[in-house]
């Protein structure tokens, strides 16, 4: 049967009279729905582990926009948590957790095999969205690169840098390594299991690979990508991938080839026309609004969209932003955004 999800003919190299769309955070804090259901919850991590209320977040930016897909909601550090780590979210601030400095605190950590406990309900939340979801709409499911989670544990919160990952590579090579090593395993495992409860196509989120420069992007943030993605291929042959090297500059040339994946999300630090010229060249483009139009709506926001839209018009595309949308964000700007890409 021919396919008839347009996301999914997008990844299969398909070039769309218009690109299907959807979008980084769609769930989030600037829709007044998600504050209510969040609250409920309790806390982010506690609405990440209630399948229900999951499953609910998940599918109101579908019924409030009608994106062409829905993106799992969860979160990148549950697999440090399931491996062990202590997470938790300090309001206003963003993630805290338990630091890797040296070898004593890698050693405490779980393997591969033992973080299902811990994820079974993202497991659940997706089964859910399986059935829940219109015909229509794709099911992306989702993981942190590893080099982007291990800056996370190794840190313990998100910092600007990304020096302390830096520094222990440096300095501890063998436990940097091995922590890479072990979140490799983990996120194939991770992944692996979310196709099988159904998600249809999976994207890896590598946020900080732009501070990886000469070899080490190679190393850290293009060879972990190509070992998952070889991973997955292997059990699971027709489901898609996105990678998501952000800030990756001349490094997203050739990325895909490289690693396998079936689609590139661009951050808006590189053009469309750019992106068009050097990295569509190898198969579908994903993004890359600048999120902040989300915010300040207008003129400018329609001309950008236009511009993405045509300069990509000439290969595979799926319209999104170039990171995620923030809490200042009007949901009224999200429909102006969706109305100029589907040229109502
Ligand atoms: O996109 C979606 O709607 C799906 C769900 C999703 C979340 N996080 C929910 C979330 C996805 C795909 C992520 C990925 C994620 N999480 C990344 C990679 C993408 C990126 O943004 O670069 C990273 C680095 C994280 C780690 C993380 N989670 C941070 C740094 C923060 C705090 C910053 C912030 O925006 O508050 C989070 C929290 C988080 N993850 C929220 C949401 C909706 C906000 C939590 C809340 O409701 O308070």
């Known amino acids: 049967m021919a396919e008839t999800k347009t996301i999914l003919r997008a990844l299969a190299g398909e070039t769309m009279p218009t690109p299907p769309i959807?979008?980084?955070?769609?769930?989030?804090?600037?829709?007044?729905?998600?504050?209510?259901?969040r609250a409920e919850?309790?806390?982010?991590?506690?609405?990440?582990?209630?399948?229900?209320?999951?499953?609910?977040?998940?599918?109101?930016?579908?019924?409030?926009y009608g994106f062409d897909a829905a993106i799992l909601f969860a979160d990148?550090?549950?697999?440090?948590?399931?491996?062990?780590?202590?997470?938790?979210?300090?309001?206003?601030?963003?993630?805290r957790l338990s630091t890797i400095t040296g070898e004593a605190d890698f050693a405490k950590l779980g393997g591969k095999d033992d973080i299902?406990?811990?994820?079974?309900?993202?497991?659940?939340?997706?089964?859910?969205?399986?059935?829940?979801?219109?015909?229509?709409?794709?099911?992306?499911?989702?993981?942190?690169?590893?080099?982007?989670?291990?800056?996370y544990m190794i840190a313990g919160k998100g910092t600007p840098d990304q020096a302390p990952a830096h520094a222990l590579k440096a300095t501890h090579p063998e436990v940097f390594d091995a922590l890479m090593a072990r979140i490799t395993e983990a996120t194939i495992e991770y992944l692996s299991h979310q196709i099988d409860?159904?998600?249809?196509?999976?994207?890896?989120?590598?946020?900080?690979?732009?501070?990886?420069?000469?070899?080490?992007?190679?190393?850290y943030a293009?060879?972990?990508?190509?070992?998952?993605?070889?991973a997955l291929k292997a059990r699971h042959p027709d489901t898609p991938i996105i990678a998501f090297p952000r800030e990756a500059g001349e490094n997203y040339i050739g990325f895909a080839k490289a690693?396998?994946?079936?689609?590139?999300?661009?951050?808006?630090?590189?053009?469309?026309?750019?992106?068009?010229?050097?990295?569509?060249?190898?198969g579908c483009v994903q993004g890359n609004l600048k999120s902040s139009h989300m915010v300040t709506g207008g003129d400018a926001l329609v001309s950008e969209t236009r511009r993405i839209v045509d300069a990509l018009?000439?290969?595979?595309?799926?319209?999104?932003?170039?990171?995620?949308?923030?809490?200042?964000?009007?949901?009224?700007?999200?429909?102006?955004?969706?109305d100029t890409v589907r040229g109502a």
């Open 76 to 95: 990148i550090l549950l697999v440090p948590q399931a491996l062990g780590a202590d997470l938790w979210f300090v309001t206003g601030e963003g993630p």
């Open 41 to 64: 919850a309790g806390d982010f991590l506690s609405l990440c582990y209630n399948s229900d209320l999951a499953t609910e977040v998940t599918l109101q930016p579908i019924r409030r």
């Open 116 to 151: 299902h406990e811990t994820l079974n309900p993202i497991y659940q939340t997706v089964r859910n969205l399986r059935s829940a979801l219109p015909p229509e709409t794709t099911l992306i499911g989702f993981a942190g690169a590893p080099w982007t989670v291990a800056t």
């Open 313 to 338: 018009k000439g290969g595979p595309h799926i319209f999104n932003l170039g990171h995620g949308i923030t809490p200042d964000a009007d949901p009224a700007n999200v429909q102006l955004m969706i």
């Open 22 to 37: 959807w979008m980084m955070r769609q769930a989030g804090r600037y829709l007044p729905e998600y504050k209510a259901t």
């Open 259 to 282: 690693t396998g994946a079936d689609c590139v999300a661009i951050d808006d630090s590189v053009t469309a026309e750019w992106a068009a010229q050097n990295v569509q060249t190898d």
């Open 197 to 219: 409860a159904g998600a249809e196509v999976v994207k890896i989120f590598d946020s900080w690979a732009g501070s990886l420069k000469g070899a080490d992007f190679d190393k």
């Open 222 to 230: 293009l060879a972990p990508t190509k070992e998952i993605i070889a």
